[in-house]
């Protein structure tokens, strides 16, 4: 691709209207900075995979069962990593800093099962029934030879990345701090700071702040405090998938879900921070307001920047798990003999059926949809940084339908 293997120049838009100050009189001068590096040992992703299955039908094909294991182990990821800014490259013209690389190596193991079950045929009342389910795990091998530090990604609102990727830990994890409470007055702080060594036991920790826990119990909030708060790849998948008819009525069900995962909802930073001069919901009314709250959100008229209230932290983790009905359809087929006698023989089916599209969803998350992509995904190369980061994300409509269906 363009850019990939070969360095990238700006020279402002239009083209000239980047400018230098010079000299003892700081004369402007155009001028052209490096935009992105040149990367001439990008190779072709590699994937070996190992799958051993079984597919089972029985008891007259009324039974079937069907079950997957893989091992899929992808070597040399293509991915856009961000190089920091303190290198003299990108930052310029709105173009982030970063270079396309073969930076990690990724293992995925699994088992998928499907399980189904179909009636005798002939019966007034028949029906058939499918579940199914996965699990998998996602694990960083490798970042290469060039990438030793963890990869950060995910920044979103102008606050500090999110998203941490390195050996151990699943792609794109979710990593900060852990919010304990909010301060309820100074001398809950002073006590804080009595312990700690220096005297601080937070930077700029102010009554009706947000406390962040302690982690290695050096009596102060320090980088080291910070974990893996979870990832947005869901331990376990499934679905179940149901027909019925009875005489002449059919019903049709299909719900899926996930669980096991984390999601991180950037929209708590305008809907649950008094902070921005956004709207807000009605959860910014438990915001801590006079000495003594015992509240669940900070003060008004915090700091909004990444080492206040708002820093990385699991005040935007949520659980991402969901059961989500996708589809529910009841129809009636009138009989053929009957439709044939009234349409002297024109028609030979006529179907009437009516249908809702996502009529029901049961999660915890206090976002829009569970259901989310990626935050800002460009040009799709940071892609697996960013996954399950909802940023606004339009949820998936309900949708009502009705329809008749007609055979000649």
Avoid: C
């Avoid at 009324?62 to 899929?72: A, L, P």
């Avoid at 702040?209 to 331990?235: E, R, S």
């Avoid at 708002?310 to 009138?334: A, Q």
């Avoid at 349409?343 to 009437?352: A, G, P, Q």
């Amino acid at each position: 691709n363009l850019f990939l293997t070969d360095a990238s120049t700006y020279s402002g838009s239009p083209a000239g209207n980047l400018v230098y100050s010079l000299g003892s009189t700081e004369t402007f001068n155009s001028g052209t900075t490096v935009n992105s590096l040149s990367n001439p040992n990008l190779k072709w992703e590699q994937t070996d995979q190992t799958d051993i299955g079984l597919d089972l039908t029985m008891f007259n094909n009324s039974v079937t069962f069907g079950i997957d294991w893989y091992k899929r182990k992808s070597s040399g990821l293509l991915v856009d990593v961000p190089l920091p800014t303190s290198i003299g490259i990108g930052g310029v013209g709105g173009i982030g800093s970063s270079i396309v690389t073969n930076a990690a190596d990724a293992q995925n193991t699994g088992v998928e099962i499907s399980i189904g079950y179909r009636s005798t045929p002939g019966k007034v009342f028949n029906y058939s029934v499918n579940v199914n389910g996965a699990v998998n795990k996602n694990n960083v091998l490798s970042l290469g030879s060039q990438f030793q530090a963890p990869i950060r990604d995910g920044a979103f609102n102008n606050l500090s990345p999110i998203t941490y990727t390195a050996k151990g830990s699943p792609i794109g994890s979710f990593y900060g701090y852990n919010v304990d409470h909010v301060a309820k007055d100074q001398a809950e702080i002073d006590a804080l700071n009595a312990k700690a060594p220096g005297g601080v036991y937070q930077d700029g920790l102010k009554p009706g702040d947000f406390i962040f826990k302690d982690l290695d119990g050096d009596k102060q909030l320090t980088d080291a405090d910070q974990k893996v708060l979870g990832n947005p790849m869901p331990k376990f998948i499934y679905g179940f998938n149901a027909n019925m008819s009875y005489k002449n009525f059919d019903l049709n069900m299909v719900i899926s879900g996930v669980s096991g995962l984390k999601l991180v909802n950037t929209t708590r930073f305008f809907t649950q921070s008094a902070s921005t001069g956004a709207n807000s919901t009605t959860a910014i009314l438990n915001r801590w307001k006079n000495t003594g709250d015992v509240a669940a959100l900070p003060r008004a008229g915090q700091d909004v920047t990444s080492g206040g209230n708002l820093r990385p932290s699991d005040f935007f983790v949520e659980d991402g798990s969901f059961m989500r009905l996708r589809n529910l359809t009841l129809g009636y087929t009138i009989p053929a003999a009957k439709i044939g006698m009234l349409t002297h023989n024109v028609l030979s089916s006529v179907r009437f059926y009516i249908a809702a599209e996502n009529l029901l969803t049961i999660t915890k998350y206090q976002g829009f949809d569970p259901e989310v992509s990626t935050l800002d995904a460009g040009n799709g190369s940071a892609f697996i940084f960013r996954r399950g980061m909802d940023n606004f994300q339009l949820p998936q409509p309900r949708v009502f339908m009705a329809g008749i269906q007609v055979g000649f």
